[in-house]
């Protein structure tokens, strides 16, 4: 009886979990056809161009700088035991481009941005600003979704490609100053080695990314609980699930291009 | 003319409406009364679309509110929110004049402000308030500001939610006046919700007194007093005992 009631509690879960998961795929493909639907308000657009994009470039250039620091540390005592410590550029800087400066800095704006629209679009929807916006002929998703999206869209890709180049930064620092390399040979193995679909495949992840981060941010604003209660729940619920997305996304992207 | 035939919500097991009907001629103030919870909110939100009825049928001017030109439908109605629900990251002029700056009703941008600014004159608002944001003002001015953005395009219809709610007598008093001769003033029609007497007295031509999910009573303001339904009675005198049960 007690595992029968357990599978149920189980099974229940799952169901609920795949309907957000189909509401948020609704919400996601409703928020593209409005970008070819007038009206577009490109005002809210630039604004959220720069409180997604551009303060958004101290966190991530923060975060990529140690982790580039710390990876050549890490490559440099592992290629050790091999006698292979001249790898190490090449490794930062293909960890950077490919894996790691698009996913911390994907992980980071969904930190900090998944967070500020759902916690913003949820106390709008508590305060009646949503309903406010219908009654004066706006439509939400035009004035409040397709913005944030687009923005996080084009700037996430940005950010990744100034992480990266600061990532690398990262590990040349410590690399000339720490590991004894040569300024000049470590830039130019790094420059030699990495190949234009490399730093291609990171920004498209930051694409990715960034349209995941705005939209699970917007779905779960739109959609919270009534109260503080669920403005919390839609903030922690946007942050944990655009996280997850991310990972995921990263997986299946890292599958298309690498193996072949 | 507004005309509501056997309105049905329910959410979840909760039925809210349960067959309410109702009818506001053009050009007349009609309140709805009712304790907290009786579906008032609901009610007023069906009218506008923003909550879609279970069943039955909403009429404006003979037409369902669900089918034709919703931007041309919306542009007709004016809403004053319970918490004024202006929009924090806009100062209090672009949010008087949000309508006249984007949409089928645009204008430039100095005359919106200017229009904003009459608007806010209108509702006793000095010019300088314009170029403020809504945290920076008390209730009762972000009520103003509200009532400001509902008429600043000049509606057909306003629709007023709670006028009153949170704020002291006084500015009550006030809140009440400025509907009332904004009412008359434009000639528009006006639906308001309130469990306030006093902005009963004050605003409404028609009463309508919402109980259980259907319109128990409905007539002129000034048959209400007299109108011997037991519901009413015990509501405008807000009496504990009677057959609306205390403790809902």
Redesign the interface.
């Known amino acids: 009886m007690i595992v029968i009631r357990g599978l149920a509690v189980l099974g229940a879960q799952v169901m609920s979990m795949l309907a957000v998961v189909g509401r948020l795929t609704l919400f996601a493909l409703e928020t593209v056809t409005h970008l070819v639907r007038p009206p577009f308000y490109t005002r809210e657009f630039l604004h959220a161009l720069v409180q997604i994009g551009w303060l958004s470039l101290p966190v991530v250039g923060m975060t990529t700088l140690f982790t580039g620091g710390a990876l050549a540390l890490q490559i440099y005592a592992g290629s050790a035991r091999f006698s292979a410590e001249a790898v190490v550029p090449s490794i930062v800087a293909i960890g950077m481009v490919r894996e790691l400066g698009p996913v911390l800095g994907g992980l980071m704006v969904a930190a900090r941005v998944a967070s500020s629209i759902a916690a913003e679009i949820a106390t709008m929807k508590v305060t009646e600003q949503i309903d406010a916006l219908v009654t004066l002929s706006t439509n939400p998703m035009k004035y409040l979704t397709l913005p944030r999206v687009l923005a996080a869209t084009l700037a996430v890709p940005c950010l990744v490609g100034v992480g990266d180049v600061i990532g690398i930064m990262g590990g040349y620092l410590v690399g000339v100053t720490r590991l004894d390399f040569n300024a000049a040979t470590y830039l130019k193995v790094t420059y030699d080695f990495l190949e234009f679909g490399d730093v291609m495949s990171g920004l498209v992840k930051g694409a990715v990314f960034g349209f995941i981060v705005a939209t699970v941010g917007c779905f779960y604003g739109m959609n919270s609980g009534r109260g503080a209660q669920g403005v919390g729940a839609a903030t922690k619920s946007a942050v944990v699930a655009a996280s997850v997305l991310i990972f995921a996304a990263n997986y299946i992207l890292t599958e298309l291009f690498f193996t072949s | 003319m507004i005309e509501l035939r056997d309105v049905h919500k329910s959410f979840g097991s909760k039925q809210v409406l349960r067959g309410a009907n109702l009818m506001i001629p053009k050009g007349t103030s009609m309140v709805i009364i009712g304790g907290s919870g009786t579906g008032k909110s609901v009610l007023l ?1 069906s009218v ?3 909550i879609t009825p279970d069943s039955g049928q909403i009429t404006l001017d003979g037409q369902d509110v669900g089918t034709g030109d919703r ?1 041309a439908f ?2 007709r ?3 004053l ?3 004024a ?4 990251s806009l100062s209090v002029w672009q949010n008087v004049a ?2 006249l700056l ?4 645009k204008r430039p941008k100095a005359e919106a402000r200017e229009i904003a600014i009459e608007k806010l004159r209108r509702v006793g608002l000095k010019p300088d308030v314009a170029d403020q944001y809504p945290s920076e003002l008390s209730g009762g001015m972000q009520k103003r500001v509200g009532l400001a ?1 509902a008429i600043a395009a000049e509606p057909e219809i306003i629709f007023f939610d709670e006028p009153t709610t949170g704020l002291d007598p006084i500015m009550s008093g006030v809140i009440n006046d400025l509907i009332r001769e904004i009412v008359v003033e434009m000639g528009a029609t006006a639906m308001t919700i309130t469990h306030d007497m006093t902005s009963v007295r004050a605003i409404a031509d028609n009463v309508a007194m919402l109980h259980d999910g259907v319109i128990k009573w409905t007539g002129p303001v000034a048959e209400m007093d007299a109108s011997g339904d037991p519901y009413l009675d015990q509501f405008i005198h807000g009496r504990a005992e009677g057959p609306i049960e205390a403790v809902r």
């Open positions: 939100k506008l679309g923003l931007d919306l542009a109605f004016g809403m929110f319970q918490g629900a202006l929009f924090d949000f309508r984007r949409g089928r009703l953005r």
